[in-house]
């Protein structure tokens, strides 16, 4: 979902009854796509 009035560079989490490990396992595919996003983007200036 994104709020088009807020700041891009705001990280909106929710987190409701959901086992620990599923949760952290999500966020670190989340950050994983964020840093192969920005490692390409990177690469690409080079």
Do not use: Q, W, Y
Not at 4 to 13: E, F, K, N
Not at 23 to 37: M, P, Q, S, T, Y
């Amino acid at each position: 979902m994104s709020d088009p009035g807020s700041d891009p560079r705001l990280l909106r989490l929710s987190i409701g009854l959901e086992d620990f490990d599923d949760l952290k396992r999500d966020l670190i595919e989340g950050f994983n796509k964020v840093l192969a996003i920005e490692i390409g983007l990177t690469s690409s200036k080079l």
